[in-house]
């Protein structure tokens, strides 16, 4: 307070000089770089609109060919534009095949899978980053090395195994053998390397447990890259097709990948507005969440790779 009242009446002083504001720092202005010619732009441009036409004229071919007629699917010159929309391509895809059943199972074992999966990448990741034991790197380096092994390896092992324990055609059959993933526990654990060590030792002095810690301290600083991991695992449980196709049996316990390859069976390959009606309700969800969280996902695989 002392110092307070004497600091005012120094600067209130008649004999004191006048305070002077700071000096702002002037804005660094970025120094433009060397004019591209004018061919090089050009051709930039136009490897812009070959890539943009590669991935999008399929994906608009698509969505127009599910609201085409019929005979305008297959015609030349191409009908780019449906004359009329057929909406009731949807309605024959939806009662050609259990549809109902097929996108009910594939929300049980997205979502339920996802949550699993993060589940365990996360406690992982928190062991290997904040957790000292005897031989931690070398489990470490078989788990990531194990991301240069194809998944199919795999398969025969974890069908012996589900059909072992005889939960062949049920959801703990196809949920279960996905949940063990390395790519997202290495992903949350690169951004866990970036928590800073006093932060997690000052938890700890206060006697917080390693739950504690990982749920207060870790988890809100990671949170970015968490949800990044989530929403990658959550589009690959959504378009898996291999290991559902092989553990299921009946059409009740089919995903949508598998029912769009019911679906083709049914309507025979004449009738392909249907089957591109069922291919938009398979491919539409995904298409949307990736749309909406495109910036988060390769943010957030961009950061992974740069601070490995």
């Known amino acids: 307070m002392s110092l307070t009242i ?8 008649p004999g004191a000089p006048p305070a002077t504001a700071a000096p702002r720092p002037r804005p660094v202005r970025r120094r433009p770089g060397p004019r591209r010619p004018l061919p090089a732009t050009m ?8 890539t943009f036409a590669l991935f999008a004229v399929p994906l608009y071919w698509l969505f127009s060919s599910a609201l085409k007629p019929e005979h ?11 004359s009329s929309l057929e909406w009731s391509n949807f309605a024959d895809a939806w009662t050609s095949a259990p549809f109902g059943a097929f996108l009910r199972n594939s929300i049980i074992t997205t979502v339920v899978g996802t949550a699993l999966e993060i589940g365990v990448a996360l406690l992982s990741a928190y ?9 931690k790197m070398i489990v470490f380096a078989v788990m990531v090395g194990s991301l240069m092994l194809p998944g199919h390896i795999t ?15 049920t959801y703990q059959g ?22 800073p060590e006093e932060l997690v030792d000052a938890a700890r002095m206060d006697g917080t447990s390693h739950m504690r810690r990982m749920h207060a301290v870790v988890i809100p600083i ?24 092989i553990v299921t049996s009946t059409s009740d316990m089919r995903t949508l ?45 961009t950061a992974g790779a740069l601070k490995g």
């Open 174 to 195: 196809l949920i279960l053998p996905g949940i063990g993933s390395a790519f997202a526990m290495f992903l949350i654990y690169q951004q866990m390397r970036q928590v």
């Open 6 to 13: 004497d600091r005012k009446d120094e600067l209130e002083s």
């Open 222 to 245: 990671c949170r970015p890259m968490i949800l990044t991991a989530t929403l990658i695992v959550l589009i690959t449980k959504w378009n898996d097709f291999v290991w559902p196709l």
């Open 72 to 82: 305008e699917i297959y015609t030349y010159p191409l009908t780019w534009v449906p």
């Open 257 to 301: 990948p598998i029912g769009l390859m019911f679906l083709r069976s049914q309507e025979g390959y004449d009738a392909w507005g249907p089957v591109m009606a069922g291919t938009v309700i398979v491919a539409a969800p995904m298409l949307i969440v990736f749309f909406l969280a495109q910036r988060r996902i390769i943010g957030g695989i």
């Open 155 to 169: 398969l025969l092992v974890n069908y012996i195994t589900i059909s072992n324990l005889g939960w062949l055609n």
């Open 43 to 50: 051709a930039l441009y136009v490897l812009i609109a070959a």
């Open 127 to 135: 062991a290997f980053a904040f957790v000292y034991f005897r031989g």
